[in-house]
């Protein structure tokens, strides 16, 4: 009787571990070409936010940058051509209010836009340190 448990183990054991090895890995890049873009914000100028989205190709390609308002209306396009370069957003809160935003960059050659989210949380923080003086 527990030989035959044994080898009910050992076939199951077999079996799981056939099932696992013959599972393709998941891999963190499909193969696919991704735009080489970033958004930062830099911080406020004039009490409005300003960005930079910095591209940084080795190959110079046409780019379409859009902004878009939380209910999909267009609020800025624009194509532009390089490699390397920045191009700099400054946003005007007064007529957008708290509205989120998404910058959307598409390019020839590429599968996939890159869309980044913009989301305006106004907090007030208040630190209190105490330092012990000898």
């Keep these: 009787m527990k030989s035959m448990i044994n080898t009910r183990l050992i076939a199951v054991a077999l079996v799981a571990l056939f099932t696992v090895a013959s599972a393709a890995p998941a891999l963190a890049n499909d193969g696919t070409k991704v735009i080489p873009v970033e958004l930062k914000f830099i911080g406020n100028v004039k009490n409005q936010p300003l960005f930079h989205m910095n591209f940084n190709s080795s190959e110079e390609s046409t780019y ?7 209910y999909g209306n267009v609020l800025y396009k624009e194509n532009v051509k390089g490699g390397v370069f920045t191009k700099k957003f400054m946003l005007n809160t ?5 509205a989120d935003l998404k910058f959307e960059v598409t390019g020839k050659g590429y599968e996939k836009p890159v869309v980044f989210e913009v989301n305006k949380y106004t907090r007030f923080v208040e630190d209190v340190v105490i330092n012990k003086v000898k």
Excluded: K
Aim: aromatic share 0%; glycine share 8%; net charge negative.
């Design 64 to 70: 379409t940058i859009t902004v878009r308002d939380e």
């Design 94 to 98: 007064e007529e957008l209010g708290d």
